[in-house]
T-cell receptor, first 113, second 114 residues
Framework: NAGVTQTPKFQVLKTGQSMTLQCAQDMNHEYMSWYRQDPGMGLRLIHYSVGAGITDQGEVPNGYNVSRSTTEDFPLRLLSAAPSQTSVYFC????????????FGDGTRLSIL | AQSVTQPDIHITVSEGASLELRCNYSYGATPYLFWYVQSPGQGLQLLLKYFSGDTLVQGIKGFEAEFKRSQSSFNLRKPSVHWSDAAEYFCAVGAKTSYDKVIFGPGTSLSVIP
């Protein structure tokens, strides 16, 4: 049972480039979410999804896009990377009856030059 | 404003000593409270959660936390710390039906001296 899998683990981009961070879970969880972690700020919610075909914005959605075509996958797209998006990104999931993220991936460390 | 504060940025304890990590929250609705642990290079792991009922909750890895409504606190404790407990600890608060409203504190980094 793999849990929540994020790829890549590390990525360096140039300002203006776009890319997609992948997230997949094999637990049939309805809820999935993306957070960014910055020093001294804890985790901040970017986007979340309560099921396939349903997404919504979190606290810091600007510059990011998501889609949820299947229960398993929840990719995060950076449309035009900016240095302010340098961060560690975590994907999380929880079952329908959960009200908080329960399972986290190991993170993607992203640097924007 | 809704917020979570963890007054201690970094704590160092000796192996075998007791541990208490502080968490205070400001939340308009009835709070649901959580503690997570993050080992280096890994994602967060849910240690325990409080929804209602007994204000002393038990979690995994020998941790417990006590909810004190009058003090708006949810402190994490462990009677005897092990070297493997060295990690970052996050307190979080949320509401019953608002997945998007889970707010994380800034974290407390724990170092353990052998």
């Amino acid at each position: 049972n793999a849990g929540v899998t994020q790829t890549p683990k590390f990525q360096v981009l140039k300002t203006g480039q776009s890319m997609t961070l992948q997230c997949a879970q094999d637990m049939n969880h309805e809820y999935m979410s993306w957070y960014r972690q910055d020093p001294g700020m804890g985790l901040r919610l970017i986007h979340y999804s309560v099921g396939a075909g349903i997404t919504d914005q979190g606290e810091v959605p600007n510059g990011y896009n998501v889609s949820r075509s299947t229960t398993e996958d929840f990719p995060l797209r950076l449309l035009s990377a900016a240095p302010s998006q340098t961060s560690v990104y975590f994907c999380a999931s929880s079952p329908t009856q959960g009200n908080q993220p329960q399972h986290f991936g190991d993170g993607t460390r992203l640097s924007i030059l | 404003a809704q917020s979570v504060t963890q007054p201690d940025i970094h704590i160092t304890v000796s192996e075998g000593a007791s541990l208490e990590l502080r968490c205070n929250y400001s939340y308009g609705a009835t709070p649901y409270l959580f503690w997570y642990v993050q080992s280096p290079g890994q994602g967060l792991q849910l240690l325990l959660k409080y929804f209602s009922g007994d204000t002393l909750v038990q979690g995994i890895k020998g941790f417990e936390a006590e909810f004190k409504r009058s003090q708006s606190s949810f402190n994490l404790r462990k009677p005897s710390v092990h070297w493997s407990d060295a990690a970052e600890y996050f307190c979080a608060v949320g509401a019953k039906t608002s997945y998007d409203k889970v707010i994380f504190g800034p974290g407390t980094s724990l170092s353990v001296i052998p």
